[in-house]
C-alpha cells in the first residue's frame, strides 16, 4: 500500500512537470513571441536575464543564468516598466548558483509594459523599488 502510494505521488509529479513543459514549449513556439537577452553584473559576475514575451498570452518566460547569489536577507526583484509606474513582477532569492526560470502573467490593472528592471531587495521583498539597480531597459 506504501509503494503504491509512493507511485502514486511520483506519478503526480511526472503528470504536474510534464504539464509544465509543455506550456513553456507552447510559449516558446508562439508567433507572437520575441525573445530579450539582458546582459547583468553582480558581484563582479557576468550572466544574462533573457525574457520570452509572449504578446499573445500576455505572458512572459524569464531565465536568469549567471546570477551572483544573493547575500543573507537579500533578493533579487523583478519589476514590469508599465504607464502607471513600476509594477513588482517577481521575487527571485537566489541562495545557490544555479539557474532560475519562471512565467509571469502581465499586470491587468497597469497599462501597457513598456519595460522591464531588477534590483536588489529585501528577501521578504519591496512594494517599490529600494535598493541598487542591477538593470533597467526599455523594451
Known amino acids: 500500500v506504501r ?5 502514486e505521488g511520483q506519478r503526480e509529479a ?8 509543455m506550456d513553456t514549449l507552447s510559449l ?15 558581484n563582479g559576475r ?3 536575464v533573457t525574457i520570452f514575451d509572449d504578446s499573445v498570452t500576455h505572458r512572459w518566460l524569464v531565465s536568469c543564468n549567471g546570477l551572483a547569489p544573493n547575500e543573507p536577507g537579500e533578493a533579487y526583484q523583478i519589476w514590469f516598466i508599465t504607464e ?4 513588482s513582477a517577481a521575487l527571485m532569492p537566489m541562495a545557490h548558483d544555479q539557474p532560475m526560470v519562471m512565467a509571469l502573467e502581465m499586470p491587468k490593472d497597469a497599462g501597457h509594459v513598456m519595460g522591464v528592471a531588477m534590483s536588489l531587495e529585501p528577501r521578504s521583498g519591496s512594494p517599490a523599488p529600494t535598493g541598487p539597480m542591477v538593470f533597467h531597459v526599455h523594451l
Not at 513571441?33 to 553584473?41: A, C, E, G, L, N
Request: hydrophobic share 45%.
Open 3 to 7: 509503494t503504491l502510494r509512493a507511485v
Open 14 to 21: 511526472l503528470a504536474t512537470h510534464l504539464s509544465a513543459l
Open 28 to 42: 516558446l513556439r508562439s508567433p507572437g513571441t520575441r525573445v530579450y537577452q539582458i546582459p547583468v553584473s553582480t
Open 46 to 48: 557576468v550572466g544574462a
Open 84 to 87: 502607471a509606474g513600476m509594477r
